[in-house]
């Protein structure tokens, strides 16, 4: 228990700055909080997954993300039958053809020997597959979006529990991970950032601009989630009568009947956003558990030590007879489906796909802030760098217009100084996190929780 005294007390000052959220803003407000800096856990898992354990530095997360968020919307939405009528098939057929590309080059590359026959060979298939997709692809696409555009234009998804699309997120990301990793993991460390960089900017691309896949710019909304929603539970009568009872002290001290009807009516209300962002806050923390038992008992496995050789010193663990293509193949892989299910989870919780908000040039470096804050290296250090960063994030603005009022209370209201910095207050959340980082970077310079080595 002393080993870990340091976490104990870094998060039960986290813990107590939500409840004060809740306490002089509103329970809804922190919940809400609650809730993205789990999703944040998540994603700075995943990236120290690759960079605390590895060395490996991966600026494609919002592709890997905006990934996850496709799945919720590939599996989770009722299939739009008559998109699928004008063109699923044709949609299929080039998957198909897709597939069979890949296959073809892969046997020409093993079969036949480096020469110009085989580069002849590959450029034939590559200019064959994409006429014919160009050809099988263009009218059915036409077909698709021309469907109720507004409500649909697109093939819509499976029909599935939501909760299954979190899985997928998660292999959605995996996969794209083990193609972009054959080709780019080859690349010293600054090359590796700038090509997985772009490699996101293309998937976020894609996604917006291939409105039959997921409506792009146009957006998804009023997707399924895994918990109530609150107009069912304003109208239940188990729901009312448990709020009533639980501010029934409050209640009788109303004399009027109309007037604590009323009073009920907006209790209900309140209550049943808490309500739902508890049942969200339950279910990541499940997740956020759960990855957390997986990858400390990752960390300090046979294999976590051979990572961390590997991230080290590569030369010596290749010396040793150690693979370490393949494990960096495998670990960018594992980094990578963890972001995407914190995608999914993100897409879940907001209960829309907006693929023109991720924006990898600028939230890339925000989470990765948020592992170098929390602590390369160390589990608990990544989740509470995703906790600190997003608090911050949130909270910048209020506490800044807090300590505008606090120091210029002497002044009129009219007062222009006053005035501009009112005004300014949503933007001091760049400088608190910048203050916050270089104060963190000066005095704890490894992290608020850096790795720490426990033999066992």
């Known amino acids: 228990m002393k080993r870990y005294s340091n976490v104990i007390a ?4 986290m813990i107590i700055l939500i ?3 809740g306490v002089f803003q509103s329970w809804s407000i922190a919940l809400t909080i609650l809730n993205y800096c789990l999703i944040s856990a998540v994603m700075t898992m995943g990236a120290n997954i690759q960079w605390g354990y590895a060395g490996l530095i991966n600026f494609g997360i919002m592709g890997y993300t905006a990934l996850g968020g496709l799945a919720v919307v590939l599996v989770s939405v009722a299939p739009v039958g008559e998109a699928w009528k004008l063109g699923g098939l044709n949609m299929l057929a080039c998957l198909g053809i897709i597939a069979g590309m890949i296959l073809s080059i892969r046997q020409v590359l093993k079969k036949i020997e480096k020469s110009k026959k085989r580069n002849y060979l590959v450029a ?3 200019v064959i597959g994409v006429l014919l997709l160009r050809f099988i692809s263009a009218p059915a ?3 698709i979006e021309s469907v109720e555009p507004a409500k649909t234009g697109f093939l819509g998804g499976l029909g599935m529990p939501v909760l299954f699309s979190w899985i997928v997120g998660g292999i959605f990301a995996g996969g794209l991970a083990y193609i972009v990793g054959k ?5 010293r460390a600054d090359y590796l950032a700038i090509a997985t960089l772009l490699i996101a900017e293309i998937i976020v691309s894609i996604i917006k601009h ?6 792009g710019v146009k957006n998804v909304i009023g997707l399924k989630r895994p918990a109530p929603y609150e107009i069912d539970l304003q109208t239940s009568p188990w729901f009312i009568n448990l709020v009533e009872k639980f501010h029934s002290s409050k209640l009788k001290l109303i004399s009027s009947i109309s007037e604590r009807q009323d009073v009920l009516k907006q209790l209900v209300i309140d209550a049943s956003s808490v309500y739902v962002k508890l049942c969200f806050a339950g279910l990541f923390l499940t997740v956020v558990i759960i990855l957390l038992i997986i990858t400390q008992k990752a960390l300090y496995s046979p294999w976590g030590r051979k990572m961390r050789a590997i ?3 590569e030369e010596a663990a290749s010396a040793m007879g150690k693979n370490v293509v393949k494990e960096h193949l495998l670990i960018f892989i594992l980094g990578s489906a963890v972001v995407g299910i914190a995608g999914a989870m993100m897409v879940t919780n907001d209960g829309l796909f907006t693929p023109g908000s991720y924006r990898p040039m600028r939230y890339t470096f925000v989470i990765w802030v948020m592992v170098i804050v929390g602590g390369t290296g160390n589990n608990f250090g990544a989740i509470l760098g995703g906790f600190v960063v997003w608090f911050l994030w949130v909270q910048a603005a209020p506490m800044a217009l807090f300590f505008i009022n606090l120091l210029t209370a002497h002044l009129p209201e009219t007062n222009e100084i006053k005035i501009h910095l009112i005004n300014s207050a949503p933007y001091f959340r760049f400088l608190l996190i910048g203050i916050g980082l270089l104060v963190i970077m000066r005095y704890r310079p490894r992290g608020i929780l850096p790795e720490k080595i426990i033999k066992q």
């Open 311 to 313: 991230r080290d010193n």
């Open 124 to 126: 034939a298939i590559i």
């Open 183 to 187: 080709i780019a993991l080859g690349l």
């Open 10 to 13: 870094a998060y039960s000052i």
């Open 210 to 215: 291939e409105e039959w896949l997921a409506r």
């Open 141 to 143: 696409i036409e077909s």
């Open 19 to 21: 409840i004060l959220v």
